[in-house]
């Protein structure tokens, strides 16, 4: 599955790094803290979280996640979003909980 799939799916708004939008999915994680996606975080997985700061990007490129989905309306900080558009990892949004759109993804995924 592309991360594309899951914004139209999920109705997904989309913040930054348009160009990673063909970037495929095999998994996702659920966490705030980076030590956490950093030790256990998949290469292709989409991160759900509410940190909006760079170093999230520091992360994803580190581990080759696919996306970052920004729970409960958060919006990225500028620097993240710049980073994310030089990375090619979108970072997405929805208004909804963690527990909500971990869910709804994860049905996604594992159809």
């Known amino acids: 599955m592309k991360v594309e799939e899951i914004v139209k799916a999920l109705d997904l708004k989309i913040f930054s790094g348009e160009k990673g939008l063909s970037n495929e999915i ?3 994680y659920s966490s705030d803290l980076l030590s956490d996606v950093m030790g256990s975080a ?3 997985c989409v991160w759900i979280t509410l940190q909006t700061h760079k170093n999230v990007l ?3 490129s580190l581990k080759e996640l696919a996306a970052i989905i920004l729970v409960k309306g958060y919006k990225p900080e500028d620097d993240m979003a710049a980073q994310s558009n030089e990375e090619n990892i979108p970072v997405l949004g929805t208004d909804k909980q963690a527990f909500e759109i971990s869910a709804e993804l994860f ?3 594992k159809k």
Do not use: S
């Open 26 to 28: 095999t998994n996702g």
């Open 42 to 44: 998949e290469a292709g």
């Open 58 to 60: 520091a992360i994803a």
């Open 107 to 109: 049905n996604l995924i």
